[in-house]
């Protein structure tokens, strides 16, 4: 029996785009691992689209594994957030989801090279940042209030709304 069609969670009505995304904070060394599609000058956090019929966890732990090969053990949820942002043309909102994560097995690290690089339609870099908010507003994080809220991670989990332009 075949595997039912995947659909991401994204509607696409130029100039207005929605979507659903999760993404994994995931620490090594005062680092936070970071990722950009080849060409991009900013860096978001690991994960992507949440598919249809697929819970939040459910979407890390796939992310996680499609684009580390490595399987993402779920700590803790930190923040829910509502993302209005420009991007590429499109007034965006996206609603997300941001986990504390750890990996099942070490994943390379290198305190400036990329340290991994994967096919996902664009090539995906992966590299580790300097976990401090000027590191991370440096280098262009998004959303920007990750980078602003680094060093204090919620003892529980918030809802934020996030509008960046």
Excluded: C
């Amino acid at each position: 029996m075949s595997e039912p069609a995947r659909h991401m969670i994204r509607l696409d009505r130029k100039p207005q785009l929605f979507s659903f995304r999760v993404a994994g904070l995931l620490f090594f060394r005062g680092h936070i691992l970071a990722q950009r599609a080849v060409g991009d000058d900013y860096w978001a956090l690991p994960g992507g689209r949440a598919e249809i019929g697929e819970s939040s966890e459910e979407t890390i732990r796939r992310e996680i594994q499609e684009e580390l090969h490595r399987q993402a053990r779920i700590e803790r949820l930190l923040w829910t957030a509502e993302n209005f942002f420009a991007y590429d043309g499109y007034a965006a909102h996206e609603l997300a989801f941001y986990y504390l994560i750890g990996l099942a097995e070490p994943f390379p690290f290198h305190e400036s090279e990329i340290v991994h690089r994967v096919e996902d339609g664009v090539e995906v870099e992966f590299r580790w940042l300097p976990a401090t908010p000027e590191a991370l507003v440096e280098h262009r994080l998004k959303p920007q209030f990750i980078g602003e809220r680094i060093g204090r991670l919620p003892a529980s989990s918030e809802h934020v709304i996030v509008r960046e332009g």
